[in-house]
């Protein structure tokens, strides 16, 4: 029995050296991704674990060992924590790797534009996604731009893309957001274009463990990447020295003068991105819903009003037309589709609608051209933003008449307008911003509605079935 302890504690322990030692070189400087590697930290993990078992064993048995058996357990227990806080780490990484969720690489969209001269590319950066765009650029060699909305994701996915954009010498466009190794791509662009609200990102490169647990990475290579696309080296530092759980989005202006961006544009330079992670109906809906929040409650009574609007932006956005105009088709048939529903409304809900429209109107510059459009379409998204910007109303209060001018009343009978059908000509359509509101005004100061409502809805009747319940009785 003492040759045979004595055995495991010289035969096992210098194995489990051995394969712990193979476990620390292999994943102390570099970046675990085979099973190879994470089989052989379990390996040299387990062996360490069995060899300082066999070594105690041997220990107790012999004459006067258990005081040696106390110091060896204290001394492997240092030891084994010592090898897990050096192996942890990459095992972790590489089990995460190993694990990757192939869903990650369906939610990211890269997709040819309208006219096949931009590509989309929307999502996280997963595994896969320079291969998928290079298979895109060498089909349609008359890409000349690429459009960027992402979160970030895995860095040599970043690096590769990038490598892509500048071998073809793309202009890098990012409309909204690009984050974290999203601006590995972004600034290998011929011209790096921002939208005037779009958001660039950046922090230290990291990796993330099997848990979710965040390894900071060295940020070497990230620094000659930045530093070779021109951006200036006082930028480069302080954007890695942001920690990884934090992120740093300079202005603008910042970007511009460090050389990270080359150009600002607005809504209507380029065309619209803002379907481009969702390019269907569905996501034509939400971005209606976003972007008219009154539109809600007409939708959950009447949603082909919804679909119209829609289907009406979709087509506008296959086309390649600007996110300006797209934005403008909206609230136009989103106006449409709800002045019906406002012509048909109580008194009381009228009347609260002709106060929202003069207090935007009251708060616009005088020579503001949004006045007309504002009784013209009755848009009740603009009047509200107008409001908003200026701290003169919450949140909320267009939809609330909405919701009012539809309460107690269901399924009723809305159709989306006609599309060759006009109304009546607004006889405010040639009025200038100050007879505008002397217009308003002097309507709300009359008695009941009537006046409001020929000024706001001249040849509109209600639905028949808004009619027949809010109206009294001919």
Do not use: K
């Not at 390649?320 to 989103?334: N, P, V």
């Amino acid at each position: 029995m003492r040759l045979q302890g004595w055995w495991r504690a010289r035969g096992v322990a210098p194995v489990g050296l051995v394969l712990g030692a193979a476990g620390v070189l292999a994943f102390r400087p570099v970046d675990p991704e085979g099973a190879v590697q994470v089989g052989l930290a379990a390996a040299a993990a387990v062996a360490a674990l069995l060899a300082a078992g066999a070594a105690m064993l041997a220990l107790a048995r012999r004459p006067g060992g258990r005081g040696i058996v106390t110091l060896a357990r204290l001394g492997a227990a240092v030891a084994g924590l010592a090898l897990a806080l050096l192996l942890y780490p990459g095992l972790s990484r590489g089990l995460a790797g190993l694990l990757d969720r192939p869903e990650a690489v369906a939610r990211t969209v890269i997709a040819l534009g309208p006219h096949g001269r931009d590509v989309r590319l929307s999502g996280p950066l997963a595994r896969g996604s320079a291969d998928r765009l290079a298979a895109l650029l060498a089909a349609h060699p008359g890409v000349t731009r690429l459009h960027l909305t992402s979160e970030g994701g895995l860095v040599d996915e970043g690096e590769a893309l990038g490598a892509l954009v500048a071998a073809h010498g793309l202009t890098t466009y990012v409309p909204d957001y690009c984050v974290s190794a999203c601006t590995l791509v972004f600034l290998h662009g011929r011209d790096r274009i921002a939208g005037t609200q779009a958001r660039l990102g950046f922090h230290a490169p990291y990796e993330t463990g099997v848990f979710g647990e965040v390894f900071e990475m060295d940020s070497a290579a990230e620094r000659r990447i930045y530093l070779a696309t021109g951006v200036a080296p006082d930028f480069v530092d302080e954007a890695l020295r942001v920690r990884a759980t934090e992120i740093w989005i300079p202005p603008l202006g910042r970007l511009r003068a460090a050389g990270a961006v080359t150009a600002v544009v607005g809504t209507e330079a380029l065309p619209d991105s803002t379907l481009d992670d969702d390019p269907t109906l569905a996501g034509a809906r939400a971005a209606v819903l976003r972007a008219v929040p009154p539109m809600r409650p007409v939708a959950d009574v009447a949603p082909s009003l919804l679909d119209a609007v829609a289907a009406a932006y979709l087509a506008a956005y296959r086309q390649g037309r600007s996110e300006a105009h797209g934005l403008d088709l909206i609230r136009r048939e989103s106006a449409r589709g709800i002045a019906p529903v406002l012509a048909g409304a109580p008194d009381a809900v009228v009347i609260d609608l002709g106060r929202l429209v003069l207090a935007a109107l009251t708060a616009l510059p005088p020579d503001d051209e949004a006045c007309a459009a504002l009784v013209r379409e009755v848009d009740l998204a603009g009047a509200e933003e107008v409001l908003s910007r200026r701290g003169l109303s919450g949140d909320g209060t267009a939809r609330t008449l909405v919701e009012r001018a539809l309460a107690g009343r269901s399924n009723a009978a809305l159709a989306p307008p006609h599309p060759r059908r006009r109304g009546i000509a607004s006889p405010t359509r040639h009025l200038g911003c100050g007879r505008l509101r002397d217009a308003l005004a002097a309507a709300l100061d009359r008695p009941g509605a009537a006046a409001l409502r020929a000024l706001l809805f001249p040849g509109i009747r209600p639905p028949r079935a808004l009619e027949a319940t809010a109206l009294p009785p001919e």
